[in-house]
């Protein structure tokens, strides 16, 4: 039954002999003999990260602010000194009568390493580190909490579509219409009051969850669009419908298909958000509804920097050069695991 | 003739154990059936009957009121008969795609019903669904979208297995695994690389390996090679052929390349807007084509040779395909087509044997072109979808 025409087209199609290209394919011979293992998307990206000088250099800054501030008690024990007792009332000689440190830079000498506050005496260093660690501390369970709530609503707005994506993405959006520092300022307090009656102290933690609640409450969104918009783009991929016509039920496809993709924007985008909550609780403690009373706080020693920056610069410095170090940094750091992630994409 | 279920059975069976085993109790089962019973005399595996799926389309942001459907598929049927392969043919946007999914129970049809050995896919959920699904697998279009990127080939061809635990043991999987990157041509020394290490067609082989994981006897491919370079195409083709022998595998191979279709394909149905216009052996459609679409069609095929091109006549249809949400009346290609008349607007025809088809409809003119022509009659004894069907000459130059 094979006619000529037949013939041409088939030939035309089949170039060799069937054994010919079917059984043993020249799969670049001599990688394979090196990489028989293959190496998974996330090392490639290690490899293409440890190349990347500026966020190596980037990722043992903010690895060292963070071991700075996991290590505040070790560091305070070794110097000998703790954030708390005001060395400068204690000890006459310190102070002068307007309450600034005697000596010039801030008081600092070979004792007090960055110098002492003004007004209370407390020495600065301990201060910085201490606050370091409640602002990171801080920073990162808002983190955490803010991107878990982003994949859930963007996974379930993704992957559902229709009503669930239709309700999920108005609260997104009205969620971010609120101006938040504005809505921080406002409700920090409120809600505090609502769990502790005026007249009492608010205990430390309460406040912690407070600001973490407030901040997480509006910290979530930009996650939560990004990812809905990539599980509506990895939905559509043909491996998510292998993966159904294999009868895979949809829980499995969430975990084992879509949330693997969906590791680089989680990564990059919340190496973004942790420097911004960083200085969004350094900022609500500067105006005053963050961390209070002998708390030690970053944000908080900006507060008492800008009062007295006139006659004490010094005091300023420290906890303002360590910020911006900590958030350059950081932001570089995001900017590189970007890169290694997606190398394409150029800047 | 009976034992064939049972044989395929046992070789299945098998198979969840030693699949090398099986390959060859598969193979000599197949070869044995080839030996007693022409293709077209074997049972039918899947018998789809008037299949539709509409997609509805909406208007208003918040109450939702339909406004039409986008008639995707409407009222295909055809059935796909064991170890043959059935190639459907269409442009772009005429529901081949669609069909894929139904049949692969990826979306509901809006009506119609599915049977796999006689059992109403459609109607199935849960376990029952799941059972099923195992027998009917895909080869995907696009090898760079269809494996997962996270994963190495060995969890993306052992996943099926996670799924469905009975076909292999668990410490049977990594064997199984292995076994079948071998049986589609790669080494299985691959198990523990990313897809993105391989080329388009070694993704397609291991797209076709995790088909094959679960043992189905239906493997729908839809347009398995149109992402690939031509000279990968037909090794991808050529493995897939050898496979169907090895697992006495039915394929529903679906392409816009009428070309690989006529190579791989026992039989073929053409698609036009959501219906089947046209449906026969491969030399049938081929060969005595005698819907106008098909012609048209078969007339747009490159032909390798310039002074064959040169001498055929092309048919150039003119306009565009109508929008698949409102769709002509009558015949849905009536608005292309150089025959229609208003008996075509009128009443729409049927996919049948046409009336007149054979020695009759085909002489006048035809007749001159040869004692060859004496064949042509029972061989354009095929259903198609025309009030006017009939023979068209040398549409392919012979």
Known sequence: MTSPSQAAIAGAETPGPDGAGLNSEPVDGDKAATDQLGRSPGQL?????????????????????????????????????DPWTRYGQIRPGLLNDNAYPVKP???????????????????????LVYGMRTSLSLAVVITILSVVLAIVIGVAGGYLGGKPDYFLGRLTDLMMSFPNQL????????????????????PTWLRACVLIFVMWLLGWMTLARLL????????????????????????????????????????VQSTYMLPNFVTGVAGLSF??????????????MFATG???YQSDITYMIFPGVAMVIFIVAFNLLGDSVRDAFDPKSGR | MTSAPSEGAAARAAGAGGATGAHTAAYESRTALTGTAPREAREAILDVRDLVKHYPLTQGVVIKRQVGAVKAVDGVSFELRRGETLGIVGESGCGKSTVAKLVTSLEAPTSGSIRFKGEDVTRLSGRALKAVRRNIQMVFQDPYTSLNPRMTVGDIVGEPFDIHPEVAPKGERRRAVRELLDVVGLDPEYVNR??????????QRIGIARGLALRPEIIVADEPVSALDVSVQAQVVNLMERLQDEFDLSYIFIAHDLSVVRHISDRVGVMYLGKLVETGTESEIYEHPTHPYTQALLSAVPVPDPGAEAGRARIVLEGDVPSP????????????????????????????????????????????????RGTAGNAARHPSACHYAEEKARIVPD
């Open chain 1, 45 to 81: 990206m290690w490899m293409r990260f440890k190349r990347d000088r500026t966020g190596v250099i980037s990722a043992f800054v903010v690895l060292i602010m963070f071991a700075i501030a996991a290590l505040a008690p070790v560091i305070s024990w070794l110097y000998g000194k």
């Open chain 1, 105 to 127: 830079n801030g008081g600092m000498d070979s004792e007090f390493w960055f110098g002492l506050e003004p007004g209370l005496g407390r020495d600065v260093l301990t201060q």
């Open chain 1, 183 to 202: 809505f921080f300022v406002a409700f920090t307090p409120v809600i505090g009051a609502l769990l502790v009656s005026p007249q009492d102290e608010m």
């Open chain 1, 228 to 267: 809905r918009g990539q599980v509506l783009t990895l939905r559509e991929r043909e491996f998510i419908e292998a993966a159904k016509v294999a009868g895979t039920p949809p829980w499995r496809i969430i975990r084992k298909e879509l949330l693997p993709n969906l590791v680089t924007p989680i990564l």
């Open chain 1, 287 to 300: 105006l005053g509804v963050g961390m209070q009373g002998s708390t030690p706080d970053w944000g908080r």
């Open chain 1, 306 to 308: 800008a009062e007295v």
């Open chain 2, 194 to 203: 990313y897809p993105h290490q391989f080329s388009g067609g070694q993704r």
């Open chain 2, 325 to 372: 949400a409102n769709p002509p009346s009558g015949c849905r290609f009536r608005t292309r087509c150089w025959k229609a008349d208003e008996r075509c607007a009128r009443e729409e025809p049927p996919l049948r044997i046409p009336d007149g088809a054979g020695g009759g409809a085909g002489s006048g003119g035809e007749g001159a072109d040869g004692p060859g």
